[in-house]
């Protein structure tokens, strides 16, 4: 599998809140979601309830887009991935492994009624102003 490069990886792993951008009929939507991330299989991992916007739009319509991003006045500093890709239900052995790896970092969902979900992305640009300014590195699927 074409991974994405470690500094990309590193990145999304620090970090836990996703903005997710979602569009039917024209309208765009976003959403901000708690992920787990699976370096294995290069995938998000979260939940969310099948009656939000989202969600209604991402089952008329699974390709997404999104960032996670390092919040911070310093523009030498500032770090963001930005990304596309696709969304879907996982299944079989897939949902054990990405419901575990979920329930690993958020116990709490357990108790909630909302649906399990992986964000595939197919490409990822990381903005890293540390690496210098505006270094982006790009991975593409």
Partial sequence: MNK???????????????????????????????????????????????????????????AVAGSVVLETPAVGKIQGIQFTGKMYVPKNDLFKKANKLYLKKYPFAKLMNTQLWILSPNFIKLTD???????????NK
């Fill in 4 to 62: 994405p490069d470690k500094k990309i990886i590193n990145f999304i792993q620090k970090h836990h809140v996703l903005t997710l951008a979602t569009s039917t009929d024209n309208i765009p939507w976003c959403a901000n979601c708690f992920y787990v991330y699976s370096e294995e299989d290069n995938v998000f991992i979260f939940t969310s309830d099948h009656n939000t916007k989202h969600i209604k739009d991402v089952k008329e319509n699974n």
């Fill in 129 to 139: 102003n540390r690496l210098g300014f505006g270094k982006k590195l790009t991975w």
